[in-house]
């Protein structure tokens, strides 16, 4: 899923708020530091799901016969494949 620049900086904004708030938690960095490194890994974590979109869905256009997107079967399909690269990939 692509997110947008802004969308992605206001999440890394209100991460980082949201772990000053917790009084167990101190930073040992500046605050700005801990939201570009929260940005970092929101990136990863949507390249890595958009990689796992798109093997589930070539595990489902690699089948005999065509199946439509949209449909029961489809999703079923989809929804096994997308929790079999997650488990292979180990998150």
Request: charged share 40%; hydrophobic share 35%; proline share 0%.
């Amino acid at each position: 899923m692509r997110i947008s620049r802004d969308k992605l900086n206001k999440l890394a904004h209100t991460i980082a708020d949201a772990l000053a708030d917790i009084d167990e938690v101190d930073f040992h960095e500046d605050r700005n530091t801990i939201r570009q490194e929260a940005r970092k890994i929101l990136e990863q974590l949507l390249t890595e799901e958009t990689r796992i979109d798109q093997a589930a869905r070539l595990k489902i256009s690699s089948q005999r016969r065509i199946i439509q997107e949209g449909t029961a079967e489809w999703d079923i399909l989809y929804r096994k494949y997308y929790n079999e690269e997650v488990r292979r990939i180990g998150i």
